[in-house]
Nanobody, 126 residues
Framework: QLQLVESGGGLVQPGGSLRLSCAASGFTLDYYVIGWFRQAPGKEREGVSC????????NYADSVTGRFTISRDNAKNTVYLQMNSLKPEDTAVYYC???????????????????WGQGTQVTVSS
């Protein structure tokens, strides 16, 4: 059974850093484009970043460009989201998701992702 599990969330002060992990079980991550999304209370789920199967192509939302970095270690079956210079508006539940293997494009539309993790809470507050 294909499963994605996020970890690494928590409470951090503004300006701080966190690294989120998305671990896959039941399938080999190499065949999937992976995206990170987030959902703040009362808001729709939005795309944050995505990475191609090989890791050679990435994409970021304007709001996180220059602060967040996505990477993958296919040997460990894990995708990471390094988040620096965190702001209170980054507070949300963060989800990782996978596109179906047929698709190669790294996109930030949630409707293009078929498999989702349960999410990890990130809170940025002093």
């Amino acid at each position: 059974q294909l499963q994605l599990v996020e970890s690494g969330g928590g409470l951090v002060q503004p300006g701080g850093s966190l690294r989120l992990s998305c671990a896959a079980s039941g399938f080999t991550l190499d065949y999937y484009v992976i995206g990170w999304f987030r959902q703040a209370p009362g808001k729709e789920r939005e795309g944050v970043s995505c990475i191609s199967k090989s890791g050679g192509s990435t994409n970021y939302a304007d709001s996180v460009t220059g602060r967040f970095t996505i990477s993958r270690d296919n040997a460990k079956n894990t995708v990471y989201l390094q988040m620096n210079s965190l702001k209170p508006e980054d507070t949300a539940v963060y989800y990782c998701a996978a596109r179906r293997p047929l698709f190669r494009r790294c996109v930030l539309s949630r409707d293009d992702y078929a498999y989702w993790g349960q999410g990890t809470q990130v809170t940025v507050s002093s």
